[in-house]
Protein backbone atom coordinates (compact mmCIF):
# COMPACT_ATOMS: atom_id res chain seq x y z
CA UNK A 1 0.00 0.00 0.00
CA UNK A 2 3.05 2.18 -0.13
CA UNK A 3 3.69 2.04 -3.08
CA UNK A 4 0.58 2.44 -4.57
CA UNK A 5 -2.43 5.89 -4.51
CA UNK A 6 -1.82 8.97 -2.71
CA UNK A 7 0.05 8.72 0.42
CA UNK A 8 -0.25 11.78 2.74
CA UNK A 9 1.86 13.13 5.10
CA UNK A 10 1.82 16.23 7.28
CA UNK A 11 5.02 17.89 7.73
CA UNK A 12 3.76 21.36 9.48
CA UNK A 13 0.83 22.22 11.67
CA UNK A 14 1.29 25.80 12.99
CA UNK A 15 -1.49 27.70 15.31
CA UNK A 16 -1.52 29.85 18.08
CA UNK A 17 -0.97 27.91 21.54
CA UNK A 18 -4.36 29.81 22.50
CA UNK A 19 -7.40 31.63 21.34
CA UNK A 20 -10.94 33.08 23.05
CA UNK A 21 -14.03 31.76 22.47
CA UNK A 22 -15.88 33.60 19.63
CA UNK A 23 -12.67 34.77 18.67
CA UNK A 24 -10.82 32.87 15.05
CA UNK A 25 -7.21 31.76 14.77
CA UNK A 26 -5.59 31.02 11.83
CA UNK A 27 -4.28 26.94 11.21
CA UNK A 28 -1.67 26.81 8.82
CA UNK A 29 -0.51 23.38 7.42
CA UNK A 30 2.13 22.02 4.97
CA UNK A 31 1.48 18.71 3.40
CA UNK A 32 3.61 16.07 1.30
CA UNK A 33 1.99 13.28 -1.11
CA UNK A 34 4.19 11.06 -1.11
CA UNK A 35 2.39 8.53 -3.19
CA UNK A 36 2.51 8.26 -6.95
CA UNK A 37 -0.87 9.56 -7.37
CA UNK A 38 -3.72 12.09 -6.30
CA UNK A 39 -6.52 11.60 -4.48
CA UNK A 40 -9.78 11.16 -6.82
CA UNK A 41 -12.65 12.04 -4.64
CA UNK A 42 -13.95 15.14 -3.15
CA UNK A 43 -12.60 14.10 0.33
CA UNK A 44 -11.88 17.13 3.13
CA UNK A 45 -9.37 18.36 5.24
CA UNK A 46 -10.77 18.79 8.67
CA UNK A 47 -10.17 20.16 12.29
CA UNK A 48 -11.50 19.45 15.35
CA UNK A 49 -11.20 20.14 19.54
CA UNK A 50 -11.35 17.73 21.39
CA UNK A 51 -11.68 18.00 25.68
CA UNK A 52 -9.49 15.26 28.38
CA UNK A 53 -12.66 14.02 28.15
CA UNK A 54 -12.83 13.06 24.79
CA UNK A 55 -15.96 15.18 23.67
CA UNK A 56 -15.99 17.22 20.52
CA UNK A 57 -16.66 20.79 21.07
CA UNK A 58 -15.58 22.38 17.97
CA UNK A 59 -15.13 20.85 14.35
CA UNK A 60 -14.17 22.78 11.32
CA UNK A 61 -13.66 21.99 7.26
CA UNK A 62 -10.93 23.37 5.03
CA UNK A 63 -11.32 24.34 1.36
CA UNK A 64 -8.24 22.82 0.39
CA UNK A 65 -8.73 20.87 -2.42
CA UNK A 66 -7.18 17.49 -2.10
CA UNK A 67 -7.87 16.65 -5.43
CA UNK A 68 -5.17 19.15 -6.27
CA UNK A 69 -2.37 17.65 -4.47
CA UNK A 70 -0.26 16.17 -7.03
CA UNK A 71 2.81 13.67 -5.76
CA UNK A 72 5.44 15.94 -4.55
CA UNK A 73 6.00 18.10 -1.76
CA UNK A 74 4.67 21.05 -0.27
CA UNK A 75 1.12 21.97 -0.45
CA UNK A 76 0.11 24.47 1.66
CA UNK A 77 -2.97 25.02 3.69
CA UNK A 78 -4.02 28.05 5.39
CA UNK A 79 -7.67 28.25 6.99
CA UNK A 80 -9.25 30.73 9.37
CA UNK A 81 -11.45 29.20 12.30
CA UNK A 82 -14.06 30.52 14.83
CA UNK A 83 -14.19 29.46 17.93
CA UNK A 84 -17.65 28.75 19.08
CA UNK A 85 -19.20 30.38 21.74
CA UNK A 86 -20.11 27.41 23.59
CA UNK A 87 -16.88 26.06 23.93
CA UNK A 88 -15.98 26.16 27.39
CA UNK A 89 -12.28 27.26 28.75
CA UNK A 90 -9.53 24.60 28.47
CA UNK A 91 -7.10 22.92 27.24
CA UNK A 92 -8.04 20.63 24.10
CA UNK A 93 -5.99 18.38 21.19
CA UNK A 94 -6.22 19.94 17.86
CA UNK A 95 -6.47 16.61 15.64
CA UNK A 96 -6.75 16.64 11.77
CA UNK A 97 -8.16 14.34 9.38
CA UNK A 98 -9.09 13.99 6.02
CA UNK A 99 -13.25 13.32 5.85
CA UNK A 100 -14.92 11.16 3.37
CA UNK A 101 -17.33 13.12 1.04
CA UNK A 102 -20.19 13.23 3.40
CA UNK A 103 -18.32 14.39 6.25
CA UNK A 104 -19.62 12.10 8.62
CA UNK A 105 -16.51 10.25 9.34
CA UNK A 106 -12.53 10.30 9.14
CA UNK A 107 -12.00 8.07 5.95
CA UNK A 108 -8.01 8.37 5.21
CA UNK A 109 -5.13 7.04 6.89
CA UNK A 110 -2.47 9.38 6.69
CA UNK A 111 1.43 8.37 7.10
CA UNK A 112 1.74 10.46 10.83
CA UNK A 113 1.97 8.80 13.99
CA UNK A 114 -1.27 10.02 16.64
CA UNK A 115 -3.82 7.94 14.97
CA UNK A 116 -7.05 7.37 17.21
CA UNK A 117 -9.81 4.17 16.73
CA UNK A 118 -11.90 6.94 14.54
CA UNK A 119 -9.02 7.56 12.50
CA UNK A 120 -8.56 11.31 13.39
CA UNK A 121 -4.69 11.99 14.23
CA UNK A 122 -3.98 14.02 17.86
CA UNK A 123 -1.87 16.32 15.98
CA UNK A 124 -1.82 19.50 18.65
CA UNK A 125 -2.94 21.19 22.20
CA UNK A 126 -5.00 24.80 21.79
CA UNK A 127 -5.68 26.27 25.36
CA UNK A 128 -8.95 28.25 24.57
CA UNK A 129 -9.47 30.79 27.25
Do not use: M
Not at 16 to 41: L, M
Not at 81 to 98: E, F, M, N, W
Request: proline fraction near 5%; glycine fraction near 6%; hydrophobic fraction near 45%.
Amino acid sequence: LKKIGYRLVLRELIHPAAGGVGESFVIRSRWDNIGVAPVYHAWRLAYRLRSGSDEVVAQWTSAADLKQWLPGPSHRVEDRVVVPRSVPAGSYTLDVAILSEDARSALVELAIEGKRTDRWYAVSRVEIR
